[in-house]
């Protein structure tokens, strides 16, 4: 127990003593804890070694300018702690609870001076949910020092984030060479120098902090701070203890503001077995925002139901020299502010996200139409078309009911350039990173080079997935082209049989079981589920087997009109140019 000479209170907060002789810094957290009402004697904190990587001298370098501590510098010490289960814990269980007195929230940010200035100010701030949490940590760090109550719990915070890449050296940079990654590393780093220098202008920041001990608290609070309600007010925090599990996915905790005790809870969701570590799970999230916002990656970062969140932007351009660039930009503009100017679009894609993947194929339709499938979104859409904006069961976010909504320039010959165009674009992706996907997983396999927990691990495994969406995508593209030639192939075959009628040369059966034949293809895409993701199945079998129904329709239409028919049957089949094939 700590020694009630060394405790002060103050609106019923129990001040830690800063006896420098006292045992640790974790048991001086756990008895100001405790002594402010705090239950958690299920469980314990446990410190991890760190990852070892032999590093430069720069990458040293680095690491020491963003050491941010609010007194003297400790030896280099673990930033990887967890929290443990001390006996076994039953499901529901409340684990944890964390008194109201001992968070810090967003309104005591805003009740400083400098949150004050704030507040008066209008600045638009980049991280306007996090900053009122960071002055808070900062502001009392500098002006309370170790006469904080919070004191104790500032020990414990991890001192150099030197996980998060917006700290990581040239060296631990280049392991994400072809990224997309490194361009958001930049913007957060551009991003918080623009809110550090914005708020200099209006509050005395300088004087609390520099601008790297400013970086420091923007990760420190965007790794660590929970979304609650409280008092029915949404607000966030910064909660010790709870603030120390890990992530892990399917989730095994739950936690909440608890309103009856005044406390923020932990409830096991299952059992735990005693010394298991208890975690926490962030959310699903693709890989580059645990690296970005949290300094890790998740090696298998994959939902029960096999759904894998990793996701990569692909930017899409028109040219300004189009003659249909205005009708086109207006297509990708539908249902969205009107910016007359567009000349690239942005989609995140990730393997069986339905919204991203509709938004990506109306965009590559938009891209690639011609003049007479624009001029044609304005007929109606014939009973086969109409099953193509038939939305699945998932809830719809309005950009996916936009997407929906639009009628797309819809024919064979599109989706081939869409293809065509999707796969050009994913192999130029794919051409900027150093290393294939295949070394990539060799490499992972190897933990003496990529050490768990490291950030040369955490970087490899974020492109290893960047390029497994890629190459899904380009498998997509593929499979698709392959499906549209066997359909059009089938077209010249009943077009050539449309004339041999036309010859009175007797009518040719169509064989629709040959084995090269769409059906075929078709049934096989539906048997083999495992060959192909169910996304590129459904793609081929409904959006190009509509088509197909369609023109093979249309064609038969021609054949029944009267010869004196002017528009040919093979204006149809618009073939795209063959040199673009080399793509595939
Ligand atoms: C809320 S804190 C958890 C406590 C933290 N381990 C500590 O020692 O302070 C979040 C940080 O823990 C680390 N972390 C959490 N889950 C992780 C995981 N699954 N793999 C690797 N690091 C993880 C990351 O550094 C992350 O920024």
């Known amino acids: 127990m700590m020694n009630s000479n060394t405790a002060s209170s103050n609106n019923g907060r129990k001040y830690a003593g800063t006896d420098r002789s006292h045992p640790d810094k974790y048991e001086r957290f756990e008895e100001w804890l405790r002594e402010n009402g705090a239950q958690f004697e299920m469980l314990e904190l446990r410190e991890y070694d760190s990852p070892k990587v032999q590093e430069n001298d720069e990458a ?89 109550f919070f004191h104790p719990y500032y020990e414990i915070l991890p001192k150099t984030l030197s996980n998060m890449p917006i700290f990581w050296s040239q060296e631990e940079l280049d392991y994400l060479k072809g990224s997309y990654l490194l361009q ?30 400013f970086k420091w608290a923007r ?38 503001f608890d309103e009856e005790r005044q406390a923020f809870t932990i409830t096991t969701l299952q059992s735990i077995p005693a010394g298991a570590q208890v975690y926490d799970s962030y959310g699903q999230k693709c890989n580059h925002r645990f690296l970005l916002n949290y300094g890790f990656a998740v090696e298998d970062n994959r939902e029960l139901d096999g759904f894998c969140p990793n996701e990569v932007p692909l930017e899409l351009s028109l040219s ?33 996200n339905n919204e991203n993947h509709r938004l990506l194929l109306s965009l590559l339709r938009a891209m690639n139409a011609s003049e007479e499938e624009l001029q044609s979104l304005s007929s109606p859409v ?40 999707l796969l050009h674009t994913v192999s130029s992706a794919l051409a900027k990173y150093p ?54 192939q089938e077209l010249k075959e009943e077009q050539q049989r449309g004339v041999e009628v036309q010859l009175g040369r007797g009518v040719l ?19 083999d589920e495992d060959v192909l993701h169910h996304t590129i199945v459904r793609y081929c079998v409904d959006v190009l087997g509509s088509l197909r129904k369609e023109e093979m329709r249309s064609l038969r239409r021609q054949r029944a009109l009267p010869s004196t028919n002017t528009a040919s049957p093979a204006s149809m089949i618009r073939k795209c140019d063959p040199t673009a094939d080399s793509y595939c």
């Open 60 to 148: 040293e370098e680095k690491k020491e300018q963003v050491t941010f501590s609010c007194h003297e510098q400790d030896e280099a010490e673990s930033e990887m702690r967890g929290v443990h289960a001390r006996t076994h814990l039953p499901p529901n269980s409340v684990c944890m609870a964390i008194p109201r007195r001992c968070l810090i929230t967003v309104e005591m940010g805003q009740d400083t001076p400098i949150g004050q200035a704030i507040l008066r100010s209008d600045l638009d701030l980049d991280a306007p949910k996090h900053i009122f949490l960071m002055i808070y940590l900062l502001w009392d760090r500098k002006v309370n020092g170790v006469n904080s």
């Open 184 to 213: 958001q590393i930049d913007d957060r780093n551009e991003a918080i120098a623009e809110d550090y220098y914005a708020i200099c202008q209006i509050a005395p920041l300088a004087k609390i902090c520099t601008l790297d001990e």
């Open 219 to 256: 990760m420190c609070v965007c790794s660590r701070n929970f979304g609650l309600q409280i008092d029915g007010h949404r607000t966030s925090a910064l909660v010790p203890h709870a603030d120390m599990l890990n992530h892990y996915r399917p989730r095994e905790t739950k936690w909440t």
């Open 320 to 352: 300004p020299d189009d003659p249909l660039f205005s009708q086109k930009s207006e297509l990708w503009m539908r249902g969205e502010v009107h910016l007359s100017k567009i000349t690239t679009k942005r989609v995140r894609v990730c393997v069986a």
């Open 382 to 421: 014939t009973s086969d078309m109409r099953s193509l904006f038939v939305p699945d069961h998932r809830a719809l976010s309005p950009i996916y009911r936009s997407v929906r909504d639009i009628r797309h320039p819809l024919s064979l010959a599109n989706e081939r350039l869409a293809m065509l165009t």
């Open 435 to 488: 290393t294939s996907l295949a070394s990539d997983k060799e490499d992972l396999l190897d933990e003496q080079r990529y050490p768990p927990f490291s950030n040369k691990r955490h970087a490899k495994i974020q492109v290893r997935g960047e390029k497994e969406v890629l190459h899904h995508y380009a498998r997509f593209a593929r499979a698709a082209l392959d499906v549209i030639d066997v359909i059009e």
């Open 509 to 527: 059966s169509e064989d629709t079981s040959r084995s090269c034949g769409y059906d075929y293809i078709a049934r096989k895409m539906e048997e």
